[in-house]
């Protein structure tokens, strides 16, 4: 299964009718090669630098592709998990495969953006009972889905997408062995295996401290339901968080959107099939701090979206999704979510 990692040292995405059809070609995630770790498969991470900066010493933005997000002042080369094109082109085929077995070969249409209710499950892995063991409160849950809901609903700017996001259950677990949170770890294998719930429709949130600089990772869908499948974020950059510029809860938007398949807007930089949105403009390299106005794909058309929440921007420059991320998600929730019995 393929998992999206963020890194950062504080916190951690009107067109026609004709239009649409062209940005609904296939849905691409990534799917990290396996590693030294407690599970097959891998994560995506996101890497950063300074926070604040437009610093562009991030790696080799051709195999920007992982989804882990990371700290600013983390180097971007260090990213656990990296996509290849190759990687990219595959998990392109089985999801058009996947979508024709499921739904057909029709594309998802506007009819289909009726409202889907996403039932969460928060797992608050905490060291101790207190703040600093990763007990947060009650009203940070409740405010991060909110975040999550106007995000996804378009109330911050970009597009509304059909989804929903309805919170089922806080599960509180005192568990040292699994704090702080390691990706691709053991311990996580185990701590995952243990608390998930539902099928693969059911978004299951970890929060708590994490190692290595992260702020947070998610796993891409895919046809078999994984116990690793989910959602982890930094516990301190929920809404009201002590994670400075990452405390509004955009790593949890940021990391659903892997969630429900989509790429970094960097992805392969200014070459190739970039994220698979046709309306997303081509970006070299992450879009740390807020560069408004940064162009660095200069012959490629449109400047860098850095208000997108799958670039890397601080929370408070992140607002919106676009019509061609709406109908990718779509797509492969209908492949891959989508209860069927």
Known sequence: MALHTHRRSVRLLGV???????????????????AASGRPGGSAALG????????????????????????????????????????????????DAT????????????????????DVVF???????????????????????????DSFAGRTGGASTPFRF???????VVRPAWYPIVSESPAEVQMKRALRVGGKETLNIYTGLLADDLLGWATFPERKLD??????????????????????????????????NLYHTFQQGCVGRGDDVDDTPAEAEPGFGCPVGRDSCPTRWGRDPVHNFMDYSVDSCMREFTVGQMFRMLKAWMAYRVPRH
């Open 99 to 118: 979508y024709a077995e499921q739904v057909g070969i029709a594309p998802p249409a506007l009819h289909q953006t009726i409202r889907t209710t996403i």
């Open 16 to 34: 026609t009718t004709a239009a649409l059809v062209l940005l609904l070609g296939s849905t691409a995630v990534p799917v990290a090669p396996a």
């Open 227 to 260: 116990p690793y499948d989910g959602v982890v974020i930094l516990a301190e950059s929920l809404p009201g968080g002590t994670e400075k510029s990452y405390n509004e809860g955009d790593t949890a938007t940021h990391e659903v959107g892997h969630w429900l």
């Open 166 to 172: 309805r919170l089922k259950k806080v599960n509180r």
């Open 48 to 95: 950063g630098t300074a926070a604040g900066t437009n610093d562009s010493d991030c790696g080799d933005p051709q195999v920007g592709h992982a989804t882990a997000k990371a700290r600013p002042g983390s180097p971007y080369a260090v990213e656990p998990n990296v996509l290849t094109p190759a990687e990219a082109a595959e998990r392109d085929r089985d999801l």
């Open 123 to 149: 797992h608050v892995v905490m060291e101790d009972r207190t703040r600093a063991g990763g007990n947060i409160p009650q009203s940070m849950i409740e405010a991060q889905l909110k975040v999550l809901n």
